[in-house]
């Protein structure tokens, strides 16, 4: 944090606002531009909505737990994490990764949506799993309607399993509180649902184009008037679909085609959706592949032509980098880098266990404290790895160990998890802490355990009753997708807290898609002899760098 302060201190004013998008309220009043990514971190499949004065950003998780998360802010720039839809994902038992061949990396929560509906004060999240069964969660009682925006307490609860696949569905509550949902690939389809917005009334197809082109990702508005669908033709397309009424006849206009992006070696902006502001301004949110990390948020402003179609507002014929910023605003949300203590009742919404946790294994006690929860020598397998995005384009995140409590075979450190993934850590054999980096662990392309990785070097080994060890990564997310330039991280570790180590070579990272999500930083314990043992997180810190 320090060090983007002191960066953007020498910087101009414009780019002082971006490099330090979230430090003190007095900088951030004078921010007039934004620059693109808003949120350089993975949040892909991105609906925002606008309730009151606050913006919330719903986005895909997989098999990641909780999922769904709901980030919050006030301009569209600036963003934070403030909760979950899903709590537990609740699609089936492979979500609590059971075993080596029960688990559900990849399945999961892909595009789905939210929305307020203002008459009965309820958020919806709607999401269709593995192309079978649609999960509709609720947040009820939340007074975000009568209080702009602000809800005090995110009540989500699993309401109801429609037994019908809403695919890449987008939400939308009528004017006259109607609920109708768009969805489908290649062929996109309408649902009218009940009153209470959890079970369907009616649907049929509305759009399908002349050549049969492979489209997803709806969204669905209403604006002046017109019906609105916005569709996908991945990666690299976003159409417009505009009707008189939710069942069609939909006319059809792109509005972006293989425009080129604000970053170098990232994908096109594709796939988003549109968010008025109270001064009724518009914006198009999209995400662009930026693989090794992940899906990241660029925002650009929208304007309506007389007959309802919306323009991209471009920078000649590209994305824009930067923009004038959407809301003027002195409300702010908590910055994405900084450290955290495990101080409170539960954990921060910036944390996602990979598959649901066994919650008999961890606790808040001071610090994190992770009990081993599986008996294997695969971390694919381990149960209760704690993720966290990576903030690019580069940033280092530190966990301070106690590991004195580690018992004989168990391995736990800090990882740079993925499905080609390395990490540093501790083995603990008999009585002594052997300090190593891993790399090569992998899953293959369906996703099985491929290799459980090397030890491709070794460190002192420490004391037994070490209560106090640093483990770092730091990574190098920029963009490097569709390129045979491999970005590294590199692992370090310290015994004080200052003087870092590096340990092992600079793991390359893989460009690839299909996992979907990017890399991630996370910390592990397991057990390879017997389960009993347990380390403490103290913190976790991550920095920009
Ligand atoms: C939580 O939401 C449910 C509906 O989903 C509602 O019945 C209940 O009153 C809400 N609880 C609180 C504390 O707001
Ligand atoms: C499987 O692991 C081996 C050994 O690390 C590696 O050479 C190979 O590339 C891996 N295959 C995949 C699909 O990751
Ligand atoms: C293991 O990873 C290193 C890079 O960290 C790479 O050079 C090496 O080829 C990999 N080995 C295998 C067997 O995949």
Redesign the pocket.
């Known amino acids: 944090m320090r060090l983007s302060l002191a960066v953007a201190i020498v910087s101009s004013l414009w780019s002082l606002s971006v490099a330090s998008p979230l430090s003190a309220g007095s900088l951030k009043e004078r921010a007039t531009t934004f620059t693109n990514p808003v949120l350089w971190e993975d949040y892909p499949d991105l609906e925002v909505i606008r309730v009151g004065d606050a913006f919330y950003y719903t986005s895909s998780t997989f098999a990641f737990s909780p999922g769904a998360p709901v980030l919050k802010s006030y301009d569209l720039v600036n963003w934070a994490p403030v909760s979950h839809s899903v709590s537990t994902l609740n699609f089936g038992s492979k979500y609590n990764l059971n075993s080596a061949t029960d688990r559900a990396y990849v399945k999961g929560i892909w595009a789905s949506s939210l929305r307020y509906r203002e008459s009965n004060d309820m958020f919806y999240w709607m999401g269709c799993v593995e192309s079978g069964k649609t999960y509709v969660w609720t947040a009820g009682g939340t007074g975000a309607g009568k209080n702009n925006g602000e809800v005090s307490n995110w009540n989500w609860t699993a309401a109801a399993t429609i037994n019908k696949c809403y695919y890449d569905n987008g939400l939308l509550v009528d004017d006259d509180d109607t609920m109708y949902v768009a969805y489908g690939n290649t062929k996109i389809m309408v649902a009218q649902l009940s009153k209470d917005g959890l079970s369907e009334v009616k649907s049929q197809q509305v759009y399908v184009s002349s050549d049969n082109a492979y489209i997803e990702g709806s969204r669905m508005y209403k604006v002046n008037g017109f019906y609105y669908i916005f569709v996908t033709k991945p990666a690299n397309e976003e159409w417009v679909l505009k009707s008189q009424s939710p069942w069609g006849p939909y006319e059809m206009q792109v509005l972006v085609a293989s425009i080129a992006g604000p970053l170098t070696s990232a994908g096109y902006a594709h796939q988003g959706g549109i968010v008025g502001t109270k001064d009724n301004k518009w914006y198009y949110v999209a995400f662009m592949d930026s693989y090794p990390g992940g899906r990241i948020p660029v925002a650009a402003p929208i304007t309506w032509t007389s007959d309802g179609w919306p323009q991209l507002v471009k920078d000649g014929s590209a994305w824009g980098k930067t923009y004038p910023m959407p809301v003027q605003t002195t409300k702010t949300v908590p910055s994405p880098v900084g450290t955290d203590n495990f101080e409170g009742s539960a954990l921060s919404h910036e944390w996602e266990w990979n598959h649901n946790p066994d919650n008999s294994k961890w606790k808040l006690a001071g610090g994190l404290q992770l009990q081993t929860a599986t008996l294997t020598n695969d971390l694919f397998t381990a149960r209760n790895t704690l993720t966290h995005r990576i903030i690019g384009p580069k940033s280092s995140g530190t966990f301070r160990l106690d590991i004195s409590q580690m018992k004989d075979g168990d391995h736990a450190g800090a990882a740079l998890f993925r499905d080609i993934a ?1 990490y540093i850590g501790i083995h603990k054999d008999g009585s002594s802490a052997k300090l190593v980096m891993v ?2 662990l992998s899953l293959s392309t369906t996703w099985a355990t491929n ?1 459980t990785g ?1 030890v ?1 070097a070794t460190g002192p080994t420490l004391a037994s009753g070490t209560t106090d060890l640093w483990l770092r990564v730091q990574a190098d997310i920029t963009p490097a997708f569709g390129s045979s330039t491999q970005r590294t991280t590199t692992f370090w570790y310290s015994t004080d807290g200052s003087k870092f180590t590096q340990l092992g ?4 990272m893989t460009n690839a898609w299909q996992f979907f999500t990017g890399y991630r930083f996370a910390v592990f314990n397991h057990a390879t002899k017997a389960l009993g043992g347990s380390i403490m997180v103290k913190s976790f810190t991550m920095e920009k760098l």
């Open positions: 390395a790399n090569n290799a090397t491709a070579s600079p793991f390359p």
